[in-house]
């Protein structure tokens, strides 16, 4: 399967706890993204990778986050001290180029969920 | 007011029929148009670019209003496996963040 995949799939955390998902999009992918899905709700933006640049973060990606994409391959998205609120699909998307004529293609997610 | 809004439903229809919804977007910079469909906790799926002119995939046709910034989707002949979470997106000119709709939660009966 060449498709977008994350890691893990779930996770259950306690509040308070460091969490960190990965994402390894479509290998000639060069722009990835990070989006956020509550219950109910379409998918949010959270950031944005050009290769190994992280050029636009989302006022959703509270400082108690951070993504990385330090090779411009995988991406890691890290929450520290997490809170119920954090609890989320977490999912990844990658695209060879950036613009509505370019798909994003999703992975499976993340769904965490904070005790 | 939230930048892409959508009828949630849920639309219940026979087999068989024909539904159709909306979608309303706020941001008149808004450039391309997307319906994404998402099955019951699994990623969503491009189901097909609105195009202006209106455009035909199938059983599925998506038409755009840009004067009162409206997108539609119709089903016609509706199939179990249509059963899906329909999600509006655009995206705004120069730009590369889908933005999405709620979603339209679609229910196809025997």
């Known amino acids: 399967d060449t498709g977008v995949s994350q890691d893990p799939r779930h996770k259950i955390t306690k509040r308070g706890q460091n969490v960190t998902f990965r994402c390894d999009p479509i290998?000639?992918?060069?722009?990835l993204y990070w989006y956020r899905q509550t219950l109910g709700q379409g998918p949010e933006f959270l950031t944005y990778?050009?290769?190994?640049?992280?050029?636009?973060k989302s006022r959703l990606l509270s400082d108690r986050f951070s993504a990385e994409r330090p090779k411009g391959s995988f991406s890691t998205l890290e929450i520290q001290r997490t809170e119920q609120g954090d609890s989320a699909m977490y999912l990844c998307?990658?695209?060879?180029?950036?613009?509505?004529?370019?798909?994003?293609?999703f992975g499976p997610g993340t769904r965490l969920t904070v005790t | 007011r939230k930048e892409v809004e959508q009828d949630p439903g849920p639309f219940n229809v026979p087999e068989g029929a024909t539904v159709a919804f909306n979608c309303t977007y706020s941001?008149?910079?808004?450039?391309?148009f997307f319906w994404y469909r998402q099955d019951c906790r699994k990623e969503p799926k491009l189901l097909m670019s609105?195009?202006?002119s209106g455009n035909e995939d199938g059983r599925f046709t998506a038409q755009l209003n840009r004067a009162s910034q409206y997108i539609s989707l119709l089903i016609r002949d509706s199939k179990l496996s249509d059963s899906a979470t329909y999600l509006c997106?655009?995206?705004?000119?120069?730009?590369?963040?889908?933005?999405f709709g709620a979603g339209t939660t679609v229910t196809v009966r025997a």
């Open positions: 609105v195009y202006s």
């Open positions: 990778f050009q290769n190994e640049a992280q050029l636009e």
């Open positions: 941001n008149s910079a808004s450039q391309s």
């Open positions: 998307a990658s695209s060879l180029g950036s613009g509505g004529e370019y798909e994003q293609y």
């Open positions: 290998s000639e992918h060069n722009r």
């Open positions: 997106v655009v995206i705004k000119i120069n730009d590369y963040k889908l933005s």
